[in-house]
């Protein structure tokens, strides 16, 4: 499948200079967005994950289903002030901004098998906080999956440890 034909390229959004990839037309389409939720499955059985985290909020979207096809957890990662438990926290700086995102503590145990899946690998960033905030709690990552990255900005250089799925590769 050309997941390539689902993605809409959106300039300027949100700031001047970003090219947006939206994913909505490829979750829109039930096919599309079943074959692209169970190939990241796939990848999860592979690492053995015994838990999915999803980034707030696109990685809730494709984690969520990605963890009910793999019979196994789905933590969601959230921006502060959204979540009611003790959480862990993280700050870092995005290709356009900071931002920060916390986990509740409990939901990750010693010794989960972690695999994050979001939409989209960039600048690693966000991955980099989720990784701190899994392991901050007692996880450990054995696996990225994104529907796509922009290999320009060279973020899969910042996690040589951990292998990597992605669909679409611009």
Same mark, same amino acid.
């Given at each position: ?11 300027d ?7 947006f ?11 599309? =967005? #079943? ?7 796939? =990848?999860?059985?592979?690492? #053995? ?16 289903p ?17 979540l ?19 986990? #509740? ?22 991955m ?7 392991e ?9 999956g =994104? ?11 910042? =996690? ?11």
């Amino acid at each position: 499948m050309k997941y390539e034909d689902y993605i809409v390229n959106i300039p300027d959004f949100p700031i001047p200079g970003i090219q947006f990839k939206d994913i909505t037309p490829l979750i829109g389409e039930g096919k599309a =967005f #079943h074959k692209a939720v169970s190939e990241l499955a796939e =990848f999860g059985k592979s690492v #053995h994950a015994t838990k999915v985290v999803g980034p707030d909020a696109r990685g809730f979207i494709i984690g969520a289903p990605v963890a009910c096809m793999l019979e196994i957890g789905f933590v969601p990662v959230r921006k502060p002030g959204k979540l009611p438990r003790e959480v862990v926290r993280y700050d870092y700086d995005l290709e356009y901004g900071k931002n920060t995102l916390c986990l #509740h503590k409990e939901d990750i145990r010693q010794g989960d098998k972690v695999v994050i899946i979001d939409d989209l690998l960039a600048t690693g960033g966000t991955m980099q906080a989720t990784i701190r905030l899994v392991e901050q709690a007692g996880g450990e990552v054995v696996g990225l999956g =994104f529907m796509i990255e922009l290999t320009e900005l060279n973020g899969r250089e910042k =996690f040589p440890e951990y292998p990597i799925k992605v669909l679409i590769k611009y």
